[in-house]
């Protein structure tokens, strides 16, 4: 009962967040992009999509579709609990609960977002309450089977949110092997049954990319392909990151808890490590990577911190308690921050400011080159079809006309647009680009129109809205488009 008070507890301060803190722009991006259900989608596989397309049809584009994801991160909360209960008992369970909801990027992000995160996070936790209960309770006959097919149907779930699932499934696979004891499994029919499921569950992903190039996988994929690569500096930032997203003291905790890990925390390391290590790593040849990359492997080793939280003489109490205060001043600063831009009020002046990110652009509708209506509207950044996409709602065809329009692209064909009028939005600062680049998609372009979004009485975000007729051609497409 205790742990599933903490559950709801958590939840409703997740309800309450999410209620006061605007879409951000992948989430707004999403929204958009999951208007058209398809078996697939560019940035990743779509199940988060799915549920997006789910949610504001029942809440609206609001940020009241974030319900499911807040309900969602309830239940991966009672899986690691009670896969903590199941490795170490109910004390360390729930230690470990409480560190899990009051790591920021797990209260915010994962646990109430449109993200990918969420549905990955449950699934894994799935996997791994699955998994644990094969390993270390010695089921036979029936109950091998059943605990084998959840765990492979739960890898498909987890799979069907993001490809990094399956570098979680090889840590699984590395633990059967690396462990005498376990490696009985790989002459037992049930894991590769289990594999099958898995590939089932994932394939409209698959099915998705080879009807159009391969785009997300390439897309995905370039992400780690050999580059320019930040070395060793960028890699310090990556792991700086991760301890910010997970608070330092939690992060130390975790590193101390893997270093004296036991046989069943080290079944936990073999899911976390694969994540981790290659996302953080991968700074020194490739895309300088975001710290969110590793959170499925971190988020896999706070069963360890309950354990080892209670084993080196650590005051639960005290800690949960200083933690909650950091994170609680931390969502009043951001959402206050979010809503009035109180920092630079203070300052005097604008200063970089990640929560603009949030910020509505609802009154874009009432802009005077949107009325009366255009027959569809263009952005330059795929981002901004996002918010621009939310704003004037899904009756309003949108195009981003870049060489990165990412899950844009495939929603309409501009073709079909041949003739018609449109309103080309972007930033101010863009703007001799934009005319340079589109004039010759469109018979006339007028003068540009300057709209301002604002909070606390500033302009915090500065437009033009340029009003084009006639659109003379399509827009080129840098992926295949499957149009059948």
């Avoid at 036991?262 to 996302?279: Q, T």
């Avoid at 354990?307 to 308690?321: D, E, H, I, V, Y």
């Avoid at 300057?450 to 006639?470: D, N």
Wanted: aromatic share 12%; with cysteine.
């Amino acid at each position: 009962m205790k742990a599933l008070g903490l559950i709801l507890g958590f939840a409703l301060a997740r309800l309450a967040f999410a209620a006061t803190l605007g879409l951000g722009r992948d989430e707004a991006y999403t929204l958009v992009v999951s208007r058209q259900l398809a078996l697939s989608y560019f940035d990743h596989p779509p199940l988060h999509q799915w549920l997006a397309h789910v949610s504001a049809g029942v809440f609206g584009e609001t940020v009241w579709a974030r319900l499911p994801f807040v309900a969602l991160f309830a239940l991966t909360g009672w899986c690691i609990f009670l896969l903590t209960r199941e490795l170490y008992g109910d004390r360390a369970a729930i230690v470990g609960l409480v560190a899990l909801n009051l790591a920021p990027f797990f209260f915010a992000s994962a646990g109430s977002w449109i993200v990918p995160d969420g549905p990955l996070l449950a699934a894994l936790a799935l996997a791994a309450l699955a998994l644990s209960r094969i390993f270390f309770a010695a089921p036979t006959g029936g109950r091998a089977w059943a605990s084998w097919l959840g765990a492979g149907a739960a890898f498909g779930l987890a799979g069907l949110s993001k490809y990094s699932a399956a570098l979680t499934a090889l840590g699984a696979v590395g633990f059967i092997a690396s462990n005498p004891a376990q490696r009985r499994w790989f002459r037992h029919p049930a894991p590769y049954v289990a594999a099958l499921v898995a590939l089932l569950i994932v394939s409209p992903a698959f099915v998705w990319n080879a009807a159009h190039g391969w785009a997300s996988f390439r897309f995905q994929g370039g992400r780690g392909a050999p580059g320019a690569g930040g070395g060793a500096g960028a890699v310090l930032a990556m792991a700086l990151g991760e301890a910010a997203y997970l608070l330092p003291w939690t992060f130390a905790g975790l590193v101390a808890a893997a270093w004296r890990s036991d046989e069943r925390g080290r079944f936990l390391l073999w899911l976390a490590l694969p994540p981790i290590v290659v996302f953080t790593v991968t700074p020194l040849w490739g895309d300088r990577g975001l710290p969110h990359w590793t959170m499925p492997g971190w988020f896999l080793l706070f069963p360890l911190l309950g354990r080892w939280a209670l084993a080196s003489g650590l005051n639960p109490k005290r800690w949960a308690w200083g933690s909650a205060l950091v994170l609680g001043a931390l969502a009043l600063a951001v959402v206050t921050q979010a809503r009035f831009g109180w920092i630079e009020a203070l300052a005097g002046r604008n200063l970089p400011d990640a929560t603009l990110e949030s910020l509505d652009w609802a009154a874009l509708r009432a802009a005077p080159a949107l009325n009366p209506r255009p027959a569809f509207v263009a952005t330059t950044k795929w981002w901004e079809a996002g918010k621009v996409g939310v704003a004037l709602g899904p009756d309003m065809p949108i195009f981003v006309f870049s060489d990165d329009p990412r899950g844009i692209a495939f929603l309409q064909n501009s073709a079909d647009f041949l003739g018609r009028d449109a309103v080309i939005i972007a930033e101010r600062r863009r703007l001799e680009a934009i005319e340079t680049v589109l004039a010759p998609y469109f018979g006339r372009l007028d003068p540009p129109q300057a709209f301002s979004l604002g909070r606390g009485g500033r302009a915090e975000v500065e437009l033009v809205l340029v009003p084009a007729h006639g659109l003379t051609r399509a827009f080129p497409v840098p992926y295949p488009l499957d149009r059948r």
